[in-house]
């Protein structure tokens, strides 16, 4: 076990767990997927979409002022200023805001990791009809070679982009590290953060990540199509803003004056209409999560995928990701274990997990579970016995 496990807050996951509808059904470990929506969230929905039935657009100053809470509960979590966060429909909103409004020169390059997600990828690919070279840095199972991250950067190198968690192994990476790589090269860096924030700390004073966006339907226990964008405030002014529209610019409610001046915040890639009750909804979950530190919501993610890689091998399964610290004190555990049933179809497994009220999914011709702090020992012992 890690040391940090020690934060734990005993009553984390029995807390957390009351605000999990799905909890009394479902032994739940596909976060890394399609997250169940949190109580707090559902009720945000459920008022919002009454409210608006009954009411109209009468009460949409509050939902905007709900939404700006948003923003900042957004900006508390990465310890962020609400100027810097953007409220967006997905994390590839947020790639996309980067790779299409960095001012490309032909011969400049990009280096991401080689298994990245795809929407993680084709954004950088999508330039390559601008002279951009596209460098991939291989892996192992999601683990990557920071020296030949570092290697595979030169003067020409723009940006660094990788996940934070590798979607199909749970490889956690050392985002700091990463980080410095890109900025000793002279280059910037983006963090796909979906699959870790809501779960792992990020002070981004701290670790002075460039840009991030992060999709608020899997850790974050919110919906599809609520997710954020952040953009440090230096680095604003370097991007040409894409998607804009009424609500981008300083005079955003005088419809009758058309003036192009931005605004002097990430806003200003709020556009159009947003997702009213997503955002809603999504706050409503950033809120349930605040309640504890975020080391003691890791602690207890890390403890329960531990958990059941114990139980797991005990059945003869073998574990795919990396769930050792390493010789530098990285630890690369996540939420997400993957693993394999040597001589048994994932597909069919998956399905009969499924059958029993169990949901995990299959990443890369292997089993892949996600657990978040709400799951137990009885979710696990659950989907053993569908595994049997």
Request: charged residues 20%; hydrophobic residues 45%.
């Amino acid at each position: 076990m890690n040391p940090s496990q020690n934060v734990r807050t005993p009553s984390l996951a029995k807390q957390l767990r009351a605000s999990m509808p799905v909890a009394p059904k479902w032994a739940y470990f596909d976060h890394a997927a399609v997250a169940p929506v949190s109580g707090p969230a559902g009720e945000a929905i459920s008022r919002w979409l009454a409210e608006a039935v009954s009411q109209g657009d009468a009460d949409w100053p509050a939902w905007a002022r709900g939404v700006e809470q948003t923003r900042q509960q957004a900006a508390v979590m990465i310890g962020a200023s609400a100027a810097e966060i953007a409220l967006v429909t997905s994390t590839t909103m947020g790639i996309n805001y980067v790779a299409e409004g960095l001012d490309w020169r032909p011969g400049d390059n990009v280096v991401v990791l080689a298994d990245e997600f795809p929407s993680n990828m084709y954004p950088w690919l999508h330039q390559e009809s601008k002279g951009v070279e596209v460098r991939t840095v291989p892996t192992d199972r999601g683990r990557v070679n920071l020296d030949e991250v570092r290697a595979a950067c030169d003067a020409r190198t723009r940006l660094v982009s990788a996940s934070w968690v590798h979607y199909a192994t749970g490889y956690r990476h050392n985002i700091a590290a990463l980080c410095d790589i890109a900025h000793a090269a002279g280059a910037l860096f983006f963090l796909d953060a979906i699959q870790g924030l809501g779960v792992f700390p990020l002070d981004v004073r701290e670790t002075p990540v460039d840009f991030l966006a992060a999709d608020g339907h899997k850790w974050l226990l919110g919906p599809e199509g609520a997710g954020v964008f952040y953009c440090r405030e230096e680095r604003l002014n370097e991007l040409r803003p894409i998607g804009v529209g009424w609500g981008s610019v300083v005079g955003a409610h005088d419809f009758s004056k058309i003036d192009l001046t931005f605004k002097p915040t990430t806003a200003r890639y709020e556009g159009g209409s947003c997702n009213m009750p997503g955002l809603l909804a999504l706050g409503a979950s950033l809120e349930l999560l605040s309640r504890w530190p975020r080391a003691s919501i890791a602690a207890a993610v890390l403890e329960i995928t531990d958990l059941a890689c114990e139980r797991l091998r005990s059945v003869g399964a073998e574990i795919v990701s990396h769930r050792e610290i390493e010789p530098n004190g990285h630890d690369p555990r996540s939420g997400i274990v993957a693993f394999a049933l040597p001589g048994r179809d994932p597909l069919a497994l998956r399905q009969q997990a499924l059958s029993a009220g169990v949901t995990l999914s299959c990443r890369a011709g292997r089993l892949r579970l996600s657990a978040h702090a709400y799951n137990d020992a009885a979710d696990l012992e659950r989907l053993i016995a569908a595994l049997a």
